[in-house]
């Protein structure tokens, strides 16, 4: 089964980052559901909630449901007629009550600096009196409160009066009888008060037996002195619980009475869970609220990969953001460099910018200037499916073939390793004929390759843009910053000359190259020759500096590095 996009860019895992940040069950089914859109309205409500929740958070305060227990079940158990719910139900539903009686008033002193906010918690429902039946009627060990109806008072008080005359005559029986020690005790069988005597004394006690020890040596009696007292005692308790089952039908029908503003809390309280969980997402990740193009503008300024970046922190290693621009006449752009140089962490980045973007989700990013795309078309990763006996090739170009047929001049298109799989010729050139479709439906793309032709068909075709992901020859390592202008090398023999392969052979290796391999080559060594002519040291991009620049993630700390201006 093919994976979707959101499975390839990891969306899940960011979902969860966020999940980590909520306070309560709502709030995290919340952040489960969160999907991408194309309401455009609907997204820029959702953040403009982020941004009054974030500046909250700036302010040193806070917003938890942590109190809250999950009303999902008990919730759930109203709709069905005749239903009542159990004691401990109703002290979770209180936890609602009392919880929405909270946020009502949480906003209130800073309604002008957070009218979104404030409105979303000035209009839960009034509960109090709800709340206060609850609270008087179940105590807070679950147990249901002599004070919840006089007629329970008054039944309870008899069960105790009741009670204490059963005992009073078992102890004054078991004191006739001088009964020796460990027989001198009342106890419970079938929940009637009974004395122990011994089985070939049974006969001395008129009752009923209610029982015998494991040993057979005892039995329990029921003397006839307390038959009729322990049957009022069973009515008693028989009164008790239908009063208890009217009070618990009360209260639940008072619940019912409000289920409606129930759920409308509930709703609120996991949609402010859920906007906190994302302004704190923003705080920790210095995330951007994202603004929506209308002319297909794509620009991330220092943009990472969530997910990654999260990772990378806990190994204590720092990323560096990726800066790039599409949009308008130039809306492809060709990643070419070496493996494990972070190409296909760019192509992700800008896919998950995409659709956290489009879920109301901050991107992590400096600034985010998007589409609203209608699809995010993604060939990332190893399709091989030997179930359907497909080969890596063969599952690509049906992927390639599905995205063609769904692509829209609103769809962002993410390709990793074009034409690989098959002859190096027929694959460049199939590559190219994909892109040229992809380009004349007006895509926005990203596309990664090895291949020099695609570097060339990037270089010379209008619209198709270059980019490069360095390599560092001398110590032989990526550095994974992405030039933005230029193409990339493979590197490949270069690196094998570092490692020692002998002279001879990289010689041989060279002369075996075609030439317009050799000439591709050149030129590429060219024009990085010329941006290295114009390297900026600063710790941040130059201002000065071509806005197409971009940075990938650096596997260490790293107190500085280089913007790599392209030449223009």
Known sequence: MSRTAQDVLEFDKLRELLRLRTT?????????????GTQRAALESAFALIREAREWLRAGRELGFGALADPQGWLEKLEGPGMVLEPGEFLDAASLLETSGWLRQQFREDAAKSPLLTARATGLADFRDTHAAIRWCILPNGEISDDASQALRRIRVSITQTRDSIQRTLKQILRSRNAEAGEDYVTLRNERFVIPVRAEQRRSVPGV??????????????????????????????????????????????????????????????????????????????????????????????????????????ENRAIVPMTLSLGGEERVLVISGPNTGGKTVALKTTGMAALAAQSGIPVAA?????????????????????????????????????????????????????????????????????????????????????????KTYASTTPGVVNAAVEFDDVNLRPTYRLMVGVPGGSSGIAIAQRLGIATGIIERARSLLAPESREAADLIAYLHRRSLRRICRTPTPSSNCSKRVAFLKVPRLNPGYLAFCPPK
């Open 366 to 454: 400096q600034r985010a200037v998007l589409p609203i795309f209608d699809r995010v078309l993604v060939d990332i990763g190893d399709e091989q499916s030997i179930a359907a006996d497909l080969s890596t090739f063969s599952a690509h170009m049906l992927n390639l073939k599905a995205m063609l047929e769904t692509a829209t001049p609103q769809s962002l298109v993410l390709v990793d390793e074009m034409g690989t799989g098959t002859a190096p010729e027929e694959g460049a050139t199939l590559a190219v004929a994909l892109l040229d479709e992809f380009r004349a439906k007006k895509c926005i793309v990203l596309a990664t390759t090895h291949h020099d032709r695609l």
């Open 209 to 314: 037996v209610h029982g015998a020890s494991g040993t057979g040596q005892t039995v329990f009696m029921e003397p006839f002195e307390t038959v009729e007292t322990n049957n009022q005692l069973v009515q008693l308790a028989e009164d008790e619980a239908a009063e208890i089952a009217r009070i618990l039908r009360e209260l639940t029908e008072k619940l019912q009475g409000v289920r409606g503003p129930l759920l409308a809390a509930v709703e609120t309280i996991e949609e402010l869970d859920s906007v906190f969980a994302r302004a704190r997402f923003a705080q920790e990740f210095d995330a951007a609220i994202p603004e929506f193009s209308d002319w297909s503008e794509l620009r991330l300024v220092e943009a990472r990969h969530p997910v990654l970046e999260d990772k990378l922190r806990k």
């Open 24 to 36: 309560c069950a709502p709030g995290r089914r919340a952040v489960s559901a969160l999907e991408p």
